[in-house]
């Protein structure tokens, strides 16, 4: 028998590298007409790198002190940034300890009791209640100014210092963009948890001009609903736990494969296995070839 035009569709895909959950997943994808993407993982390689480490003076803690704290409340963490942080203490053979109460809070940051103190890192606008005229905050400037991800690394509550990450742009995040954009026949949004100086820098390179910072889970979900109340059927693509939600409530779901969570890869209708953003636009097309032999 020969195939029908979306199970063969769909056996295409795989090829391309894509895995398109079902039938009706494929068939979905023909039908976006807005694109939302994450940027950390997805936009980006997703194997950030720690560039700076800078204790605060009043914390009299060294360089390498900031740093093995920071990775031992990171240890447990699946997210890109963690494992940057921990990769950067074992490249500088600092004994890792381990910890207890280690908690995750989606979009914001990580904690955890590390010899009996409290560990927090993470984005700087979460973690300090009060973060106007604070010395950390400022330092956390300058290096997002830079087009950094700065993480505020905080013990017992008191910041002791920050940590400056960075990621490379994928090779065709841009003509990805723009092949997308023609497909859907309007130009990508940006919805990124990091903060909007990176993201606006990363933003320019890629040729997006609406972009949506600072967002916490939900917040890219009600992103995503506002287009889709608009009359959009949207395709995100995101890697993180914090894409889940916003994979879930989209009209389609697409998941970096090789540094995804798990949660975002069981959320996705569909999973890109084979790590290149080109096979992308590339199912999209596959749908509706296929659309067009069915009806
Ligand atoms: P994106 O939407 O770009 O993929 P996330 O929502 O995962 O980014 O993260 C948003 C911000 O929250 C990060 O830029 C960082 O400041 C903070 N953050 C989230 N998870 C962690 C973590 N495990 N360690 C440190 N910071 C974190
Ligand atoms: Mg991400």
Redesign the pocket.
Known sequence: ATMPPLLSAIANAGRHGVLVKSAVVMERLGQVDAVAL?????L?EGTPRVTDIRPLAASGLSEGELLRL?AA??HP??????RA?VDAARLRSLGIPLVEDFV???????SARVEGRTVA??????LLDNPTGRPSIAMAAGLEEEGR????VTLDGTPVGV?G?ADRLREEAATTVAALGELAGSAPVL?????PC??ARLASEVGITDVR?????QD?VSVVQEMEQAGRKVLVV??????APALASAHTGIAMGRAGSDLALETADAVVVRDELATIPAVVRLSRQARRLVV
């Open positions: 994450d940027k950390t993982g997805t980006t920071a409340a990171e963490s699946e997210h890109p940034l963690a942080i995750s809070t989606p979009g914001a940051g990580v890192v993470g984005s700087p606008a979460r991800t700065a993480v505020l940590l990450i919805v990124t948890g990091d903060n990176a993201a910072a600072g967002l916490l889970p890219k995101g890697d993180g736990v914090n894409d």
